[in-house]
């Protein structure tokens, strides 16, 4: 069933903090959401689906929304609708008219003034339309469609900043930097995410009253997932960590079937390599079953 995100956290996400996290799948395309929709039916469990602006540029924003709410109306399970990283205000504005109940308005790259007006003036649009605005305060390091941050530039979120932050926007949920990295960079061995457990903690007694949300948490070990969740990520988002469980199938798939023609052969493992993915997080996010029968 498709559902508004403040659904899932009633009273300021009482319900979540310190015990769990929703995760944040992002999607591209109709088999990658087949896929995480299948896995939140089998655990139980609501989940939020995601689109990037770099999703939005290969398959449109009208397309990417009507496959994920198709879908979400037809689930059994409660699934929200979330537009991640987005840089354009217009094109936020276009995905609440939509039907998105949440989008992420990332300015984080401005100044703090700047960052500060841009996203309050977008949370104005968005709750007089009845959604929800995530911001993000702090910086993180490497890239992922069109977020890209050099180590040099990276910012931790200063916990008094997250505070003045939350306060002079009124953003719904809050994203900020704390170690962990965007994109493929951080599975790859080269570079390791190290997340500062004690920041989030500092972060979550500065805004009490606010969701906060992990990004780039794709290749974070299960026992760092578990030590944010206590201090009090409330939605972590993964991307990368799906596309390889899809790519991984396709190409073994491929390269024992190496005549098949039929994509529908082909992209059905490569679906439930995604579903694969997606139970492993929903069981490290303590999020299985929460579905009460």
């Known amino acids: 069933m498709l559902v508004h995100i403040k659904e899932l956290f009633p009273e300021n996400g009482k319900n979540v903090i310190g015990k769990f996290a929703y995760p944040a799948f ?27 602006e770099g999703a939005i540029k ?5 397309t990417l929304y009507e496959i994920m709410a198709t879908l979400a109306v037809k689930a059994k399970v409660p699934i929200a609708l979330h537009m991640d ?46 959604a929800w605005v995530q911001g993000e305060i702090g910086r993180m ?13 990276a ?7 997250a505070k003045r932050f939350f306060e002079a926007t009124g953003v719904d949920t809050l994203a900020s930097s704390v170690g962990t990295i965007h994109g493929i960079i951080k599975m790859s061995g080269k570079v390791q995410a190290h997340v500062d457990i004690e920041r989030i903690q500092k972060i979550r007694e500065a805004v009490p009253n606010v969701p906060l949300v992990l990004h780039g948490a794709s290749g974070v070990p299960d026992d760092v997932i578990e ?36 994509p529908r052969k082909y992209l059905n493992p490569a679906i439930e390599g995604v579903k ?18």
């Open 155 to 161: 910012l931790l979120t200063d916990p008094s900043e």
């Open 227 to 262: 030590k944010a969740i206590q201090a009090g990520i409330a939605i972590i988002n993964i991307d990368t960590e799906l596309r390889i469980g899809f790519t991984h199938e396709l190409r073994v798939f491929l390269a024992s079937h190496p005549d098949e023609v039929d």
């Open 141 to 153: 390091r490497g890239s992922e469609d069109w977020v890209s941050v050099s180590d040099e530039e």
């Open 26 to 52: 992002n999607t591209m395309n109709l088999e990658t959401t087949l896929g995480i929709i299948s896995a939140a039916e089998e655990m139980n469990t609501p989940v939020i689906l995601e689109t990037s």
């Open 85 to 130: 990283h987005g840089k354009n205000a217009e094109q936020l504005k276009r995905g609440i008219e939509l039907g998105y109940s949440s989008v992420m308005i990332d300015h984080s790259g401005l100044s703090f003034e700047e960052n500060v007006r841009d996203t309050k003036a977008m949370v104005e649009f968005a709750h007089n339309e009845g």
């Open 276 to 293: 694969q993915v997606a139970m492993k997080k929903l069981k490290s996010f303590k999020t299985q079953n929460l579905i009460k029968s």
């Open 58 to 62: 290969y398959a449109g924003l009208e």
